[in-house]
């Protein structure tokens, strides 16, 4: 399977919590004035200039495990390693929301709308990482749908850069997935432009697979512990599922 | 309260259109700009400095004075110059060549400026000569080098090295930041200095202007 898809500028939904929390303010609620006037404009300005548009592509473990190592750089050891073999289905993926919300932030910035600008960028990375949870949902329906089974897999991105996959194993994805329909291309230092895009692979399994223990080698430097959330989110109680409407816009 | 408290306070809540207004009148009222400048404009923002790095304002409000302060320089600038008053040293910012990632340094540069530096922002994707080039003609003493990936980090090392091979170690110093570098990392290429965020570069950076006048 591979699928182009787009969304609709009106699906695209920010909490005002989270973006003020993006910008490092322990305060979820603003009362200021003119906060709430920056933050109407910049939604304003999210509709108008965010255009998410991705394409995902499955791919056999063979294939993935020969792109995995990249140029050799990952660490010695990683949590994807374990998962891999333990996966039902993978598929590649690159998102993006396009190069006219950048351009527009630093047209904010320059034109000295400093918090429009701040408050447009959280908003831009929270909808590329919302929205890479919304492919986690629909790869993991469509894979029940073609097993007919009636419950779906858990499933979770995991991306180059992040817990020992090295961020130059992007090239390996890129060469696989070519991503060229929607416009994303890949730097000399592995660097996707349009700057807000998410590369990755969608793992799809029971839900145990995505389970560990933090005791890899890159852990030992990691304050984030963004894994436990993750885990959590397919292992928890209530699995918080992120679904929208995505269309398929290769016909 | 005086005309110059008013911009201060005005300029700590963020309200551009009366910091502009007042700077207006107090121009009008025969103040020196230089007065105008730091009894009024810096003298907020350092207010805003001092209770951002207490954590008793977040960035919103940080930016918003920001923006206030830029409203007023934009009226006073034209007699800043007349009076010859020097900004307290100048900063080329820039994301190194590969990135394309810019909120971070555009946010040391806004904080910077508060602190009444004059900043040169390169943009992004900039080539190690021309960092060196910027600093020579601006006569800047410090470059401000930021960036996102590790895969892009290396060319802070190429800036550093430039600067030492024209033989202007000393007189320009390199200041590197951005979510992936580390202190180490700044000790490992040879950088001057390191700071974590922007609130910190401020202090790094007249660290630095100050160990110059030593
Ligand atoms: C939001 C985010 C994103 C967003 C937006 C990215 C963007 N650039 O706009 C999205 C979701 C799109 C994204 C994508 C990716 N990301 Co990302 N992302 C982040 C995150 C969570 C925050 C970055 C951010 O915007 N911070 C807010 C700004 C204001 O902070 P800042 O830039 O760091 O700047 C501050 C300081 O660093 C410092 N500073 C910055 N510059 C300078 C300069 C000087 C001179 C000084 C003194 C200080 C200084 O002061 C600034 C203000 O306080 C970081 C993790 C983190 N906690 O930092 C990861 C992070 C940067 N991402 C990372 C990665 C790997 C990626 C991807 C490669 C993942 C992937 N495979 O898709 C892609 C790359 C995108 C691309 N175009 O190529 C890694 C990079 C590490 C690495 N391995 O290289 C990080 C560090 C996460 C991690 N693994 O720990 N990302
Ligand atoms: S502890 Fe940090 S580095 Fe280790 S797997 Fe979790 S998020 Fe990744």
New interface residues.
Partial sequence: MRECLELAPDAIEVDQASV?QR?????TN?E?G??QE?FTAAQGFLAATARPRCVVQTVDLATFAGLYDGEGSNDRDTPLEVILERSEALALFVLTLGQTI?DT??RL?SE????V???L?GMASLVAESLVESLETRFGRHIAECDGKSTTPAVLAYSP?YCGW???GQRALFSVLKPNEIGVSL?????M?P?KSVSGVLVAGEPEIHDFDPGYSCCSGCDTLECRARIARVTGPVCAKREVAWICSDG | MDLLGRIADDLEL??NDDVRTLVRQAIDARLSASTILNDGLLAGMAVVGRRFKA?EI????V??A??AM??GLELLEPFLASEDVRPRGTVILGTV???????GK??VG?MLRGAGYEVVDLGIDVDPETFVDAALEHRASIIGLSA?????MP?MGVVVRHVKERQLAGKIQTLVGGAPVTREFALEIGADAYAYDAASAVETVEALMDSRRC
């Fill in positions: 003020v910008l490092g303010s322990s305060r603003c200021n003119l906060f920056s950048t932030i630093r910035f000295h709308d400093y918090l600008a701040a408050l960028d850069g090295h961020v130059s730097g000399a230092g592995c660097m432009r700057l | 963020g309200l954590h977040f960035l919103p409000d930016l918003l920001a923006r830029h409203a060549a590969g990135d394309q990632h810019d909120i555009t946010l806004i996102l990936l590790t895969t892009t060319a």
